[in-house]
């Protein structure tokens, strides 16, 4: 007979990614601390650094040398995601740690990545969290593309919520563009709306949507409104110092709405945290955060409101 707890393990896990295109807004703080509010609820959760060019969760969770990293499970010293999983201080929470060399490893990458996401998918435990790199590659769109939680993360500065902006807009032609590989003049009208100065003035989805119409019949245009529909982001503003910072995600809302016809949620904010940012320039592992940290608070704040942890 299977216990509740072997039913438990034995279900997919549920998977965070958290990007949000411009480096530095917070994208790994973000991650521990969502991985520690979690964990902390005796849930078992592994953190994963996808970022293969800028590696760093390690050495914000106090490991010096990762024994095990991405690339020896690429390079299928291991076989499963599960045997490269390093413990941390923190209880019910371990770290796969990230590997710059597998960006030497020719570019299709796209098996590889499957490979990734596969081995992620049957990891026996509640929670995986993806920390992605910076940037637009199709590395970062793949992965958060496959999220239960896709969370962008952005600062109240007006540059922050331009490229959190951009970033969902790639999400949204990464999406269609897979959804439409195997057909070439689909792919072409695609790459013309990328285009923001595109001859065709397609300007909005909905715009894209009346020139798929018009050449491929109604049916392939709704296709591609049901493949951008699974596009849920999930907007948290990181280092927020004043309450009404919140509105830096409101905006992003309503234009993902308008022009792409997204449908994003607001998880709130997470406030600017002194403790923090000691932490980090000391090199002070995350584990001994606090429990007082207001950082951690926000973030607790929103798992509870996700009804992931209970308070
Ligand atoms: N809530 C916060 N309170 C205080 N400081 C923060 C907070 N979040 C992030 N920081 C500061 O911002 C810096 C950048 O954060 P982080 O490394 O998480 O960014 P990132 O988006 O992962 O960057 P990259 O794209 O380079 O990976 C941290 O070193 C820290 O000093
Ligand atoms: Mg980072």
Redesign the pocket.
Known sequence: MTTHTQQKSRRKPTIWAIG?G?????????SILLAMGIANQQMKTVLVDT?LG?A?LHTMLGIKTPVRTLNDFVTRKYNTIEDICIPTQVPHLSLVCGASEILSLANPQYAQKTKIMQSIASLPVDHVIL?L??GNSYNVLDFFLIADYPIV?LTPQPISIQNAYAFIRNTVYRKLSRETSQQTSLQHIIRSAMDPKNESHMRTFRDLYQTVRKSHGVKIANHLAGAIGTIKPMLIT??AKDERDDNAARIIKLVAEKYLTVQSTELGT?????L??KM??QMTPFSELSQGSI?LSSVERILSELRIVSH
């Open positions: 949000g411009k480096g530095g807004v917070g994208k790994s703080v973000v970022d800028g760093n920390d790199g910076a993360v990181n280092m997470i406030e600017y945290d002194l923090i940012d980090i320039s950082a």
